[in-house]
């Protein structure tokens, strides 16, 4: 079945440095999504990205889709305290189900 | 309030014990789904329904069942309940199919001794 890897587990920045998490699917992907989770919270959709190689960005975060809609990378500039959190892709195939990532943890001190 | 609702929030209970976690959501939309969120293993789909009556196995369905009777209403039930059920369980739905926008559940904190 799909499969998707997300990369690192878990990083630890200080405060004012970048961070990226990067996805890959087993499997070509119809589009793929992005969601935080803040600690004790829940998953919360940031964004969803459906063409080959398309490029959107929200303030400090830049969202990235492979040419072969097989990967995906979400890079935030200059990271704040308050990005803390756990972020997931989650690819969407040919069926009606979404496959989400491993997560990346994102620790940020001062 | 455009929203998902799950009770309980947190629940400790015994092995084989039946339970029940209810699910519901005001905001009309025809897909729902039960994920199980583990350390290391991110969310894992356990069941999901594309409308009334209609579900279907994820990824990790055994030790679970589902039933879609309203739209607003998914329950997860866990007929007898082992250790290995231990985790976080959290409700989504989205307006079409499971390709689109999940909403999610505050979730619920499950422990089975």
């Known amino acids: 079945g799909q499969q998707v890897m997300q990369i690192p587990q878990y990083q630890h920045v200080q405060e004012g440095e970048d961070f990226t998490t990067y996805c890959n699917s087993s499997?070509?992907?119809?589009?793929i999504q992005w969601y935080k989770q803040r600690p004790g919270g829940h998953p919360v959709f940031l964004i969803q990205?459906?063409?080959?190689?398309e490029v959107k960005k929200q303030k400090r975060l830049t969202f990235q889709f492979g040419e072969a809609k097989k990967n995906s990378s979400l890079h935030i500039t200059a990271t704040q305290t308050t990005d803390v959190g756990t972020y997931f892709c989650?690819?969407?195939?040919?069926?009606?189900?979404?496959?989400f990532g491993t997560g990346t943890r994102l620790q940020v001190t001062l | 309030e455009a929203q998902v609702t799950q009770n309980p929030r947190y629940l400790i209970t015994v092995t084989g014990k039946k339970l029940t976690v209810t699910c519901s959501q005001n905001?009309?939309?025809?897909?729902m789904s039960w994920y199980r969120q583990d350390p290391g293993l991110g969310l894992r789909q356990i069941y999901y329904s594309m409308n009334v009556e209609v579900t279907d196995k994820g990824d990790v369905p055994e030790g679970y069942k589902v039933s879609r009777k309203e739209k607003r209403n998914f329950p997860l039930i866990l007929e007898s309940p082992s250790p290995n059920q231990t985790s976080l369980y959290f409700c989504?739905?989205?307006?079409?199919?499971?390709?689109?926008?999940?909403?999610f559940g505050p979730g619920t904190r499950l422990t089975v001794t």
């Open positions: 989650a690819g969407a195939g040919t069926a009606s189900k979404l496959t």
């Open positions: 990205l459906v063409k080959s190689g």
């Open positions: 905001m009309n939309h025809e897909y």
């Open positions: 499997t070509t992907l119809s589009n």
């Open positions: 989504a739905s989205s307006p079409t199919r499971g390709r689109n926008e999940q909403y």
